[in-house]
């Protein structure tokens, strides 16, 4: 089946730990991105990615990082720079200027 | 993009029409009205999108005012299944990303 997977479901942070959530997709597209959702909230975007080896800073990029090397995958990287980690990070791709987006199941990161 | 305002809830009867009301008065003539659902501790799930007429599809119809300051979403028979938070977005095709607010909390009572 096409999708976009993410992984792990859940995810626990030490303090002052990196944690990285993984997220693959299988449908092609050229777009990816990454969002934050807070209870009770609407999504913020991090970071997206149009194309490979390029990417741009959402509304609220401070404390995280990604990397664009291949076209299926789009790792965000959750630094100790991030003092309030805790949310649940969604994971999107379609075709760059697509109106669709596609979701993953998303990543329920706690901090320990 | 334009800003939306939309109800923060709303409760709808199993097998009645579901009407999502969204306003966007600001909305400028290039931009698109999409809507998405999310249904607990799931990624957001694509409904339909329109630009000045009126739209349907399998999942839902959508009309928008002839003066595009506001649209509804229009679940034709709701089921359980549809209980979610409803995001009205308005965004110029091919722009960035999409930006999503807060939403509506719909509840399909039994």
């Known amino acids: 089946d096409g999708g976009i997977t993410q992984s792990p479901k859940y995810l626990f942070r030490k303090e002052g730990q990196n944690v990285t959530l993984s997220c693959e997709q299988n449908l092609n597209h050229d777009a990816m991105y990454w969002y934050r959702q807070d209870p009770g909230q609407g999504l913020r975007l991090i970071y997206y990615?149009?194309?490979?080896?390029?990417?741009q800073k959402g509304d609220i990029a401070e404390g995280y990082s990604v990397s664009r090397e291949k076209k299926e995958s789009f790792p965000l990287t959750v630094t100790s720079a991030q003092k309030n980690p805790t949310a649940f990070y969604l994971c999107a791709s379609n075709q760059a200027g697509g109106e669709k987006l596609f979701f993953g199941s998303g990543t329920q990161l706690s901090v320990l | 993009d334009a800003k939306t305002t939309q109800p923060p809830s709303m409760d709808c009867a199993e097998g009645r029409a579901a009407n999502l009301p969204c306003n966007h008065s600001?909305?400028?003539?290039?931009?698109?009205v999409y809507w998405y659902r999310q249904i607990h501790s799931q990624g957001p799930q694509y409904i339909i999108h329109?630009?000045?007429n009126n739209e349907t599809n399998e999942m839902a119809s959508l009309i928008i005012t002839e003066d595009r300051k506001s649209s509804t979403l229009i679940l034709p028979h709701a089921t359980l299944r549809d209980t979610a938070v409803y995001y009205c977005?308005?965004?110029?095709?091919?722009?960035?990303?999409?930006?999503f607010g807060s939403g509506t909390r719909l509840q399909v009572q039994p």
């Open positions: 977005i308005v965004r110029v095709t091919g722009r960035r990303a999409l930006t």
């Open positions: 990615s149009q194309i490979v080896n390029d990417f």
């Open positions: 600001t909305i400028s003539g290039n931009e698109y």
């Open positions: 329109g630009l000045k």
